[in-house]
């Protein structure tokens, strides 16, 4: 049986936590820790969970992930400046299987539904090699590379980027592997927390609805 709690880096009240963890044994790995909001599950050889929360304040404690094996690895991130009305994403889209080898994942491609969202890859993988190029892609940034190297090893990569018109961003090869490992990888966008501003002549009779 695998037991593990990925804790969240530092937070404020608002951030979006991503708990993100991966099974070498394919079997479903779950949380009933109260808050959390299942964004994917990835199941094959090798299985993968995406969740969510939102932080009520600093300090928000990660999920307790289960599974039926013993090589599980786990990882959290925090997202700042997210819509705060509601799932603070669109259009949560999985590629890889999992099981299937491969030197080039890549992401799913995915379609931002308005101005300024920003597209995450959160990418679990099989064993600690690194990148050997191609991490970023064009347009992309890097945002994390982690590799353990304990038991039967794992990677969890995140990269980035910004569509300011709504549309596709396009699948793209996350790195270039020296060797074929299988991965799961979850897309999605972010919505930004809008900001309005007011312009022109304030009088006395402005509202809150002008």
Not at 1 to 14: E, F, K, R, S
Not at 45 to 67: E, I, L, M, S, Y
Not at 197 to 204: R, V
Request: a negative charge; one cysteine or more; charged letters at 10%.
């Amino acid at each position: 049986l695998c037991a593990m709690t990925p804790g969240p880096p530092t937070h404020v009240a608002d951030d979006i936590l991503i708990a993100v963890a991966w099974n070498e044994g394919g079997s479903a790995i779950t949380t009933a820790t109260a808050g959390w909001t299942k964004i994917a599950d990835g199941a094959g050889t090798n299985d993968a969970t995406w969740w969510w929360k939102r932080a009520a304040a600093a300090g928000t404690a990660g999920p307790d992930f289960t599974a039926a094996d013993t090589d599980c690895f786990g990882i959290a991130y925090a997202i700042r400046g997210a819509w705060t009305g509601g799932t603070p994403y669109v259009d949560a889209t999985a590629s890889g299987d999992g099981g299937t080898t491969d030197t080039t994942p890549d992401t799913a491609t995915i379609t931002t539904t308005n101005v300024n969202q920003m597209a995450f890859c959160f990418m679990a993988k099989a064993d600690d090699t690194t990148f050997a190029s191609g991490n970023p892609p064009t347009l992309w940034t890097a945002d994390s590379n982690v590799n353990d190297g304990a038991g039967t090893d794992a990677g969890f990569h995140v990269i980035s980027r910004t569509l300011a018109t709504a549309g596709n961003a396009d699948t793209v090869v996350i790195g270039t592997l020296t060797v074929g490992l299988a991965y799961w990888a979850q897309t999605l966008a972010f919505i930004p927390q809008p900001v309005s501003a007011l312009t022109g002549t304030i009088t006395a009779s402005v509202t809150e609805a002008d």
